[in-house]
Each structure stands twice: as C-alpha cells, then as structure tokens.
C-alpha cells in the first residue's frame, strides 16, 4: 500500500456507498485485501504503509499491537458486511499483503480469512494468497496456512546475491527463498511465486541473469520482475543523492526486462502481464488480474484501498488511528472519489493494455485509434490482435508502454 493517500471527499462515518456503486454488482467478481502493516525492519527501498515497532512505540498504545490486529482487522469485514448489505456475492479471491503479513502467527492469518468465508463465503475456487518473508516461515507454518485455507503464496525473493540484497535491506540469506518454495510445495500449495527486482544499484547484467536461473530452478509456476523504482523519502533515495550509490537508469531496466523475458520464457513461463509470468494459465495471479480489469474489491487494512462499482475510497493510514475508528464504530476510511465515466474508460486502457489480452480498439477515441496505428507500424503493437479489435503489446512495445499507453488515451 503506498504511504501517500490521495485528496477526495470525506468518507462517511458509517462508510456508506452511494446505491449507483452496487448496480450491476452480480456481474462483477468481488476480491478481499487484506494489509498487514509490520515489519521487522524497513527495506531502504521500500515506500509502502508499513511499520516497525521502533516506529509504533508510543504512537498507538495497544490499538496498534500487532498482538489483536486479526480481529481488529476482522472488525472492518464485518464493516464490509454491514455496508455491502445483502450482495450475495461470494469472494472470488483474497490476498493478504504488506508489509510482512507472515511477522503474525498463522493462525492470525487463518482468523482472518476465517471472518471473509463467515461474512461473505468464498467461491468454489476461490484463490487464497498471503506474501511471506523468506525468513519468517518455517514448514509447521506453511503446513498451518495450507490447512487453514490458503493455496496460494508469493515470497519475496528480489535477488540471488547478497551484495544486491544487502542494498535493498533485505536480511534473508541467499537460497532460503529458494527452499521456501520446496517447503511450500511439501505444505500442498499447488501456486507459488517469487517476486524479483531489477536495477538495484551495483546488480550487474550477471547478477540479474543469476537471480533469475536460481529463481527458475527452484520451480514455482509463477514470477514476477519488477523494475526498481526508488521513490523520494526513502533511505536509499537519500543513499543516491548523497552519492553512496550508483542510480541505474531506463537503458539498464530494458536490457534486464529484455534478459527477464528471455530466461523465463526458454523456461516455460508465458508472460501475461507487464512484469508477471507463469507456467500455466491457472498459474497466473487472479487476484491481481482482477485489479487490472476493473473489479470490486475492498481493501481492510491501515491505508488500504478499495473499489465498487466506480467508488474508490482509502483508509487512515497509522494502525493506531485505523483500530481506534473501527473501535468506535466508525469507517476507518480517510475519503472517497467517485469515478466519472471518462475517467474510468482511461484507467481501463491504463490497465488493460498490460495484459496478454490488451484492450479493445473501441474504448479509444479518435487520437487514441490514431495512435495505436502509429504503434502498429513501429513495431509496439501485434498485428493479428489489432485486426481483430484489440491492441497488443509487443515485446519492444512492453518496454515503451508506458509511452504507448499515453498515447493511446488521448
């Protein structure tokens, strides 16, 4: 979850939604996150809501423990229930993310998938993710989440070398994402992820290819690269401008994307969006693909934020603040903006163009068509999927997309 929360209208005490936000809700899919927002220490890149205890101490007394914060969190679903009233929909997928979601016990993890399955049900096959921490999982905890309902997890590898690792803060030790894998396949979960970056300062075109190999063998069916962004306030945007490190720049991402694709499709794994890959289409990440298609989803959590039916809304972000609404009876949401039909269409073309599938031809305007027939004859878009009504990227095209995409919503 990002540290910086939008501006938008005030969020009503009791958390109400206008009634245009659940028309039509039976034909969309409806996702739970769920945010843990602690951590053992801070990652030097890192600049989503998390909080260590150093940083808690004194801020929120005990409404900020992560001792009570499964049934703090329980406490907003039941919000969710309350709010969303008599929608018979069950949960399609739940994610649990952070932060370090694996810093609490896993039967706080179970708790809290426990109040979702309670309030709303979840789907025949419902898809159950939760991140984790190399370091904070052992088999007896895989083998606790598996049997509590969870079938999917994603840990957090970034790199195989520790000279990289050691510039992103991160303190587990080389391999153990590796072994993570195994364990949790020895637990039962048939879906397993790895998250990578690429272009910390100092990771060589050696050092990508490596991570990369190590992640690969150690067989999950699903892997994500993601691009190093060092966002302003964070210690190693502060380590880059004092000169203590090197800042890579786009030339570097492209050839490690480009080395990324490479390694990860002569291994099998098909790309189906920007920075994801899987084995399989069941190996792909649903709940994110729901994020990318426009679906409904309500984020509980400090600083989380949610959709319905064109609602968006986010919570207060300190875990003090957060427990202390909800302990009131209160929404813990800080506001809400209600999304203009416009600016729907342009996040749709935002998100969509990602995809494998792409986005269709007829959500662009007259520049936008003008546009994507500009892409086609540069080489960004794929022929047979243009003629057929959809624009798609290619491989050059996904590493410009974000120029192609502001193109095409014009």
């Known amino acids: ?20 936000a659940l028309h039509g809700a039976e034909a969309r899919p409806l996702a739970f996150y769920l945010h843990v927002p602690y951590c053992a220490t801070r990652c030097g890149y890192c600049d989503f809501n998390t ?3 150093t940083e808690l101490r004194g801020s929120g007394g005990v409404l900020a423990s992560r001792d009570n914060y499964a049934e703090t969190l329980a406490d907003e ?9 008599d929608d018979p929909r069950p949960v399609r997928t739940v994610f649990v993310g952070g932060g370090t979601p694996t810093l609490l016990a896993a039967g706080d993890l179970v ?12 789907a025949d096959d419902a898809e159950i993710t939760t991140e984790a921490n190399p370091e904070s999982v052992d088999p007896a905890y895989l083998a606790a989440l598996r ?4 079938n999917r997890v994603s840990f957090g590898m970034q790199s195989a070398r520790q000279h990289v690792l050691k510039v992103l803060d991160r303190t587990h030790t080389p391999g153990r994402p590796e072994a993570c894998v195994a364990e949790a396949r020895a637990a039962g979960f048939d879906h397993v992820n790895l998250d990578l970056i690429y272009g910390t300062p100092g990771e060589s075109d050696d050092d990508w290819r490596a991570s990369l190999e190590s992640a690969v063998g150690a067989g999950p069916d699903h892997v994500s690269a993601y691009a190093l962004i060092v966002e302003e306030g964070t210690q190693l945007a502060r380590r880059i401008r004092r000169g203590e490190v090197p800042m890579t ?12 694709d490479e390694v990860l499709g002569a291994a099998g794994y098909d790309w189906y969006e920007v920075s994801n890959w899987a ?16 679906a409904d989803w309500w984020g509980a959590g400090p600083g989380a934020h949610s959709h319905v039916g064109g609602v968006r809304w986010w919570n207060v972000k300190h875990p003090g603040a957060y427990a202390a609404a909800l302990a009131e009876g209160r929404s813990p949401g800080a506001g809400r903006e209600l999304l203009p039909e416009e600016d729907r269409r342009v996040e749709r073309i935002l998100l969509e163009l990602r995809l494998r599938e792409g986005v269709p031809l007829d959500l662009l305007r007259e520049a936008g068509l003008a546009a994507a027939a500009r892409s086609l004859a540069d080489g960004l878009l794929e022929p047979g999927p243009y003629e057929a009504g959809r624009a798609v ?12 995409v502001r193109d095409l919503v014009d």
């Open 77 to 85: 679903v039941r919000l969710a229930r309350k709010v969303l009233g």
């Open 147 to 150: 049997e509590g309902g969870f």
């Open 393 to 404: 990227l290619t491989l050059r095209g996904r590493l410009l997309a974000d120029a192609v």
């Open 51 to 53: 909080y260590t205890a």
């Open 1 to 20: 979850m990002p540290s910086v929360l939008p501006d938008g209208e005030p969020m009503p005490e009791d958390g109400a939604l206008p009634a245009s």
């Open 111 to 122: 708790r809290m998938l426990d109040v979702v399955r309670q309030e709303f049900g979840l």
């Open 279 to 294: 084995t399989s289409p069941e190996g792909r990440c649903l709940h994110n693909e729901l994020y990318w298609r426009g």
């Open 249 to 260: 720049d786009d030339d570097v991402h492209a050839d490690r994307y480009l080395i990324a």
